[in-house]
């Protein structure tokens, strides 16, 4: 018995749990977060940018066909999944300065619309994970993920001719935002406004007084809105800073045992910030066509 995984584009079939995974790390309501019907909209186009990652077992002499079948018929052979939303550079640019949501940009205009750049993509990562951490090692080895991912997603703008032309993610974890922005090298969007006039003046959303503190408590995440950190978000302080417990709402919840599990922070980089960016990711990134 072989056990391979591969890299498949994502179907109907897989967004109820994509969005549950997504909804483990930060939950929000039908009204306010994803759903499968807003996944159906982000990946009407595009669903090779929703990358997931499928074990699949086989006999040695199994056929090209029994293989395929194995590997589609079973929702829980899912080992990780890496998607991604694509947007036309300017609803990309709308979501990152906050003019937008990730719900709301998928009633925007999408990419190759009549009015957007042919093959022009803002890439926002919705969300990362590996599910399966044993299956996923026993193929991979030491390999990091992200490693896998943006080599994979190298290979689909290359066969299906997109530029990417921005990069962002939504970070709410420690750990998502040390792989954002510690390894893959992208700054918080306001970093990227203020240190990068090209891109764009620093809109009002960006300069609001309160930020959002993921509290945990017996594995249940809450988001808790509390007065925001400008100085650390934009000196790449990942942390929620010492201040933050200091607030009541904060320490009546730190006093019934809750813990910080994160800050949500956006970070973005277009080209102009592409020398800071990882080699693999810099690799990737191109400037929009005007």
Request: aromatic share 6%; with cysteine.
């Amino acid at each position: 018995m072989t056990r391979t995984v591969t890299m498949r584009p994502i179907r109907p079939s897989d967004y109820e749990t994509v969005v549950q995974l997504d909804r483990a790390l930060y939950p929000l309501p039908d009204e306010i977060g994803a759903t499968p019907a807003v996944l159906a909209k982000w990946y009407a186009r595009h669903p090779e940018l929703g990358m997931i990652y499928e074990e699949t077992c086989e006999n040695e002499s199994s056929s090209p066909a029994t293989t395929a079948a194995i590997g589609s018929s079973a929702p829980n052979r899912i080992v990780a999944v890496c998607c991604f939303i694509p947007l036309c550079h300017t609803t990309w640019l709308d979501l990152i300065s906050g003019k937008t949501t990730e719900r709301e940009a998928a009633l925007q205009e999408q990419p190759n619309s009549p009015t957007a750049n042919e093959g022009d993509l803002g890439l926002h990562l919705y969300h990362v994970e590996v599910v399966d951490r044993t299956a996923f090692a026993a193929v991979y080895k030491d390999c990091a993920f992200y490693n896998v991912w943006l080599d994979d997603l190298r290979k689909v703008l290359e066969q299906k001719c997109l530029r990417m032309t921005g990069f962002s993610a939504l970070a709410v974890s420690l750990a998502g935002a040390g792989l954002v922005h510690k390894k893959l090298g992208v700054p918080s969007a306001k970093q990227l406004f203020h240190h990068y006039p090209q891109v764009g003046s620093v809109p009002p959303a960006q300069q609001e007084d309160t930020s959002t503190v993921m509290v945990l408590q017996k594995g249940t995440i809450t988001p808790v809105e509390v007065p925001a950190c400008n100085q650390c978000i934009d000196t790449g302080i990942l942390e929620p800073c010492e201040h933050l417990k200091l607030h009541s709402s904060v320490q009546e919840l730190l006093a019934s045992g809750c813990t910080i599990a994160g800050q949500e922070i956006m970070f973005a980089a277009t080209a102009v910030c592409k020398d800071r960016l990882c080699p693999d990711l810099r690799k990737l990134m191109q400037a929009p066509i005007e």
